[in-house]
Structures are given as C-alpha cells and as structure tokens.
C-alpha cells in the first residue's frame, strides 16, 4: 500500500475506529447527502461556508460503490481542503489528485470490506470496475 495513504487510513482508523467512509465523514463533521445529480458525476465535496459537504448521486442509496464514491470524495475533503481552488487547476495536476483520491478509495475500502462488511455483497464485476482485489 501506498506508504502516504496508508498513514492517513491508519490515523482516520485511530481517531475513528472504522473504515466506513460514512461513518467517518460523520465523525468528522462531514454532511454526506444525496441528490440527483444524473448519474455524472456520481458524488462531489464543496465547501459551503467552512462546512464540507459529500454529495452522493441519487441512484448510489442502495448500491455498495456508494461506499467507494464516498471515501474517494472524503479523500477530498481531507486531503485537498481548498477546494474552491480545485477548478482551477489544470487537468494534469486534478488527474493527480484524481489518482490519490482513488487509491485512497481502493484502500480504506478494501479494509472495509474485507475486515467491517464482510457480509456486504460485492460483485466481481464492481470489483474489477474499481480495482479492488479481495483476494489479498
Ligand atoms: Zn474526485
């Protein structure tokens, strides 16, 4: 695992006792909501008068990516804090915050699922869309 995420999965695991991305936004003061956002994108995070704020497309509430799609953009509201600078950055330097909010996502879900969720289900299909090997 990268050496970076896995030190930020480790202390977010220390302060919060889960890998659930929700439950984590939660414990930090992160509203996750859901709204129809058409399917594209599936989720965002934006600052709203110092609150950071997850929303989730509609279509996720029932579906275990949400579960993907919410840590991915918690890596945002963690680790990429200025957002609002966010759309100004040019496609090189998004695609590399688009990288590690990713990794980050793999990561902190993995654990989840192969440690919390463990009666989640997961298709192989899903897994494969995300990268995600729950054979190790
Ligand atoms: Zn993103």
Request: without cysteine.
């Given at each position: 695992m990268n050496s970076k995420v896995k030190r930020i999965i480790n202390i977010l695991y220390s302060i919060t006792g889960t890998y659930n991305p929700f439950i984590i936004a939660e414990l930090l003061n992160i509203d996750v909501h859901y709204k129809n956002l058409g399917g594209h994108p599936l989720g965002h995070c934006s600052k709203i008068l110092k609150e950071t704020v997850i929303v989730l497309d509609s279509s996720l509430v029932d579906s275990p990516i949400r579960f993907f799609i919410c840590a991915h953009e918690l890596c945002h509201a963690i680790k990429h804090s200025d957002i609002a600078s966010y759309y100004s950055l040019n496609?090189?330097?998004?695609?590399?915050?688009?990288?590690?909010?990713?990794?980050?996502?793999?990561?902190?879900?993995?654990?989840?699922?192969?440690?919390?969720?463990?009666?989640?289900?997961?298709?192989?299909?899903?897994?494969?869309d995300y990268g995600i090997n729950f054979i190790n």
């Open positions: 496609e090189l330097s998004k695609g590399k915050l688009e990288y590690e909010a990713d990794i980050f996502a793999f990561e902190l879900i993995k654990l989840l699922f192969s440690i919390e969720l463990t009666e989640e289900s997961i298709t192989d299909e899903m897994a494969n």
